[in-house]
């Protein structure tokens, strides 16, 4: 039996009403050993009306505990655990002490990121760093071998925060919908989503079939619509029961989102309508406190998509003959390289620092922030 959809809509809100000065997390359980349980709050009714009594009970309980309660049964959805971290979590569930020494703060420590498209490239990039620097990471790809080996390998290295891999297709409504609800069920909520998963079939007017065109169309622009449509609801619940705090949504666009590309329009298209979606999120949500901006990096040379041996655009371009004169991949790297003020393509890290920047500031909304080595420069 799965655990009742409604969660979605409460939970959020009570990993609020339960942090302090960090971020907890929150996760929840079907069946949970009754001895544990502080506190048990009806959730028959409506969201709105659970939200206000757990508020109540859990400010009661404060009075009279001198603490917060850490396990509640939200009856008829499920029992909650709260923590700063999942390690805490997992400790109070098999009632084992905590090992100080694993609660380590980093940079990230206390943040939870949805990154789509993060079982390899700059997503893949972006888990690693996260990760690395603290944050609970759920890495949400189509590609299921390669997102869970990433996870499990991630998690062996880990901290008290914790990887999760959930199988999605951003181009479905249904699926990220589903994303959203296991992201809750595991971690509470989340305070930013990074829309990364893109696709590149390139192609001038002769060559692009209407259903290539349809395809990325429907993962580039239309799976960010998705991601922002069912990750919205979650943040602004969280905004709304915690003073001060703000969450974000953050695409991962691209220099083609700033400038046409020859013979690459699908692609270009979908990521300049990207940045209308952008800007549009930001300013339906700033009010809510939920920041929305995109981060356009240049040519990742490194990554899959460049580097690939067998389906890499530089094998590609090498065959097709599109650099003059080039008789190796190198050649064709450095053509390209040479076109970057920087002299060089686009790393992880430098996206890393731009997400960053986007995260830790309270007053930037519905930007398109270049990371392009000065190739590309705004107007
Ligand atoms: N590689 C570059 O040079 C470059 C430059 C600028 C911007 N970008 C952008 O960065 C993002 C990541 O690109 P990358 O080159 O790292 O990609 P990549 O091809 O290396 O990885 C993309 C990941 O997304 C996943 N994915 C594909 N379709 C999906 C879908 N429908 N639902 C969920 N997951 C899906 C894939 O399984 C893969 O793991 C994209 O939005 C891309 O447009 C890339």
Redesign the pocket.
Known sequence: MAINNKIVEILPALRMILSQDKINVAKVYEEFEASLVQLEVSAQGEAKETIDQLKKEVESYKEEKGCFPNVIDLKGVGVVVVAETPYEIDCLVAQKPVDKAKLVNGRASGKTAII??????????LVELMMKDGANVII????EE??KEFASELNKGAGANKACFVK?????PD?VKELVYQAVCEFGGFDVFI??????RAGGLDEMTPEDFEFMT???YT?YFNCAKYASPVLKLQTANKSGYFADII??????GLKGSNRNFA?AGG?FGGIGLTQSFAMELMPSRVKVNSV??????D????SDPEKG?FVQYLNAGKVKGAKTIEDVKAFYEAQVPAGR??TVLD?MRAVYYIMEQEYETGQAVPVTGGQEMLK
């Open positions: 789509t498209g993060g079982a390899q490239g700059f997503g893949g990039g949400a790809d189509l590609n390669k997102g999605v297709d951003v181009s479905s699926s829309s990364n998963a893109g696709v590149l429907k993962v580039n799976g695409q991962i666009n691209s220099k083609s692609y990521k356009c990096p240049g040519n990742f040379f990554g899959p998509l460049w655009l393509g686009c996206v």
